[in-house]
């Protein structure tokens, strides 16, 4: 069945980056769009980033255009957020996912897919 194994989380100075990271195990994830999601207590979860199966296409949510960079490696069947300029609002529990769909292209409505969330989620905390 999948598994997934998400790292890099840490705290971190407004300011700073991180770079999270998404192993993905028991499927391979060639033909499967894949995201990253933000939890945070009391909220909904909420959709961060997306990248399309094949991997050119793109989509963030507003607060973090510019700042943060979604990658996929296929070869490792792995997941990537790159997060640079952290602010304090971008404190929480990230989780990375994989679509149920194959050959899914991201757009504004990615979050509202099925996804596979199976991992523990990797704590990013912001704060000076």
């Known amino acids: 069945h999948v598994q997934m194994a998400e790292s890099g989380g840490g705290l971190v100075q407004p300011g700073g980056s991180l770079t999270l990271s998404c192993e993905v195990s028991?499927?391979?994830?060639?033909?499967?769009?894949m995201g990253w999601f933000r939890q945070v207590p009391d909220k909904e979860r909420e959709g961060i980033s997306c990248?399309?199966?094949?991997?050119?296409?793109?989509y963030y949510e507003d607060s973090v255009k510019g700042r943060f960079t979604i990658s996929r490696d296929k070869a490792k069947n792995a997941l990537y957020l790159h997060m640079n300029n952290l602010k304090p609002e971008d404190t929480g529990r990230y989780f990375c996912?994989?679509?149920?769909?194959?050959?899914?292209?991201?757009?504004?409505?990615?979050?509202?897919?099925?996804?596979?969330?199976r991992g523990q989620g990797t704590q990013v905390t912001v704060s000076s």
């Open positions: 996912a994989l679509d149920t769909e194959e050959h899914s292209y991201c757009s504004g409505a990615w979050s509202r897919w099925t996804f596979h969330v």
């Open positions: 028991g499927t391979s994830t060639d033909n499967y769009a």
């Open positions: 990248i399309s199966w094949r991997g050119g296409g793109t």
